[in-house]
């Protein structure tokens, strides 16, 4: 991003112990991460530390990158002046063994922590990376570039703030949501589960103080959305368009060992397996748009979840009456994502699936 500078040390959140969460972060743990900085951040603080400062330049942090020959890199949210607590979602919070009552018995605290600028006892932040294609054209690496994945809760749950940040993965971006689309996503992602429709949850909602430049200034916000996995079809696409087909390999065997256990490894049929039920389960779910009136308006392969759940609320919109040629997206004049061409689009972005996955079926694990 033109204009900003970053100093030569990364200045941490501090530590709180307020919200009693256990994490544990498979994902970073099994699956290979950036080598430019290959420890977890807080890893690198000495104890008796009282600046929450390590010698490892911003720039590692929140200047944008190629990553290579992995899946993740570490991240830092970047402070946030003056957050509040504005909503929390009661059955979210259950998923995390919480209440809304943790919330707002100190709404200060909790709108510190669910912005990003206090961190959680055990927490070490991380920013998948993975590429898409957008508008029917490969885009190459994308990434998170302003949702920061928080941890695993007890292995189940991936939280992650939307909102928090600039990561390697923001390229011209800033980093930051808006109240305006923060708002809608946090009220999408619940509706959607009233209806019965696969869909990522939403965690709580904080408002900031921070002027985002948009097509006009915009106040900031920052969502705590919920996932078992934030894996994505681009999550594939990328290490294949690089070749890289060990790293698609083990993504894979994550992706079936912790989300798809019901398949057995069978050896390279496995993948013909994993495909086949994420079909299925991508079908549900657009059947489930279309049954509802649903137009997600961005079905790019990086905007595609594995698990068969909709995900990054953006420029959707529910159909008022039965419009099959309606488009909610205002950057797709030639309709690609109207209502009527999500189940197609679906399967053309379940073909590029198809593809890295493709590759390893008679494979040996030892040539790649």
């Given at each position: 991003m033109s204009g900003t500078s970053f100093s030569q040390t990364t200045k941490l959140p501090p530590t709180t112990a307020s919200f009693p969460l256990h994490f544990d972060d498979s994902f970073t743990r099994d699956l290979p991460g950036d080598l430019v900085v290959p420890t977890a951040p807080y890893d690198l603080l000495p104890a008796d530390s009282e600046s929450g400062e390590i010698p490892v330049p911003q720039t590692k942090f929140r200047a944008s990158r190629q990553v290579r020959g992995a899946l993740w890199s570490w991240a830092v949210?970047?402070?946030?002046?003056?957050?509040?607590?504005?909503?929390?979602?009661?059955?979210?919070?259950?998923?995390?063994?919480?209440?809304?009552?943790?919330?707002?018995?100190?709404?200060?605290?909790?709108?510190?922590?669910?912005?990003?600028?206090?961190?959680?006892?055990?927490?070490?932040p991380w920013a998948h990376c993975y590429g898409g294609h957008q508008f029917g054209v490969w885009a190459d690496q994308l990434g998170d570039g302003r949702a920061i994945s928080l941890g695993q809760v007890n292995g189940s749950w991936e939280v992650q703030l939307k909102g928090a940040g600039r990561t390697p993965y923001s390229r011209f971006a800033d980093g930051y949501a808006v109240r305006r689309s923060s708002v809608r996503e946090y009220l999408a992602a619940e509706h959607m589960c009233a209806l019965g429709v696969p869909t990522s949850r939403s965690l709580s909602l904080v408002f900031t103080d921070r002027v985002v430049e948009r097509e006009e200034p915009e106040l900031g916000a920052v969502v705590a959305r919920l996932a078992p996995s934030?894996?994505?079809?681009?999550?594939?696409?990328?290490?294949?368009?690089?070749?890289?087909?060990?790293?698609?390999?083990?993504?894979?065997?994550?992706?079936?060992r912790h989300h798809f256990a019901e398949l057995a490894f069978d050896g390279s049929g496995v993948y013909i397996h994993l495909l086949q039920a994420v079909v299925e389960r991508t079908a549900a779910m657009v059947a489930a748009w279309q049954a509802a009136g649903?137009?997600?308006?961005?079905?790019?392969?990086?905007?595609?979840?594995?698990?068969?759940?909709?995900?990054?609320?953006?420029?959707?919109?529910?159909?008022?009456?039965?419009?099959?040629?309606?488009?909610?997206?205002?950057?797709?004049?030639?309709?690609?994502?109207?209502?009527?061409?999500?189940?197609?689009?679906?399967?053309?972005?379940?073909?590029?699936?198809?593809?890295?996955?493709?590759?390893l079926v008679g494979q040996n694990p030892d040539e790649d």
């Amino acid at each position: 991003m033109s204009g900003t500078s970053f100093s030569q040390t990364t200045k941490l959140p501090p530590t709180t112990a307020s919200f009693p969460l256990h994490f544990d972060d498979s994902f970073t743990r099994d699956l290979p991460g950036d080598l430019v900085v290959p420890t977890a951040p807080y890893d690198l603080l000495p104890a008796d530390s009282e600046s929450g400062e390590i010698p490892v330049p911003q720039t590692k942090f929140r200047a944008s990158r190629q990553v290579r020959g992995a899946l993740w890199s570490w991240a830092v949210p970047t402070q946030h002046e003056s957050p509040k607590l504005v909503g929390v979602s009661p059955s979210g919070a259950q998923l995390l063994g919480l209440t809304s009552d943790d919330f707002w018995r100190d709404p200060l605290v909790a709108a510190a922590v669910w912005s990003g600028n206090l961190r959680l006892s055990g927490s070490h932040p991380w920013a998948h990376c993975y590429g898409g294609h957008q508008f029917g054209v490969w885009a190459d690496q994308l990434g998170d570039g302003r949702a920061i994945s928080l941890g695993q809760v007890n292995g189940s749950w991936e939280v992650q703030l939307k909102g928090a940040g600039r990561t390697p993965y923001s390229r011209f971006a800033d980093g930051y949501a808006v109240r305006r689309s923060s708002v809608r996503e946090y009220l999408a992602a619940e509706h959607m589960c009233a209806l019965g429709v696969p869909t990522s949850r939403s965690l709580s909602l904080v408002f900031t103080d921070r002027v985002v430049e948009r097509e006009e200034p915009e106040l900031g916000a920052v969502v705590a959305r919920l996932a078992p996995s934030w894996v994505r079809f681009g999550s594939f696409e990328l290490p294949a368009s690089r070749g890289d087909f060990s790293l698609v390999r083990k993504l894979a065997d994550y992706v079936i060992r912790h989300h798809f256990a019901e398949l057995a490894f069978d050896g390279s049929g496995v993948y013909i397996h994993l495909l086949q039920a994420v079909v299925e389960r991508t079908a549900a779910m657009v059947a489930a748009w279309q049954a509802a009136g649903f137009c997600h308006g961005v079905m790019n392969t990086d905007n595609m979840s594995v698990l068969g759940l909709t995900i990054d609320y953006g420029p959707y919109a529910f159909l008022d009456a039965y419009d099959p040629d309606f488009i909610c997206n205002h950057s797709d004049p030639a309709g690609r994502y109207a209502f009527s061409e999500q189940p197609r689009v679906a399967l053309w972005n379940l073909v590029k699936l198809a593809g890295p996955l493709s590759r390893l079926v008679g494979q040996n694990p030892d040539e790649d």
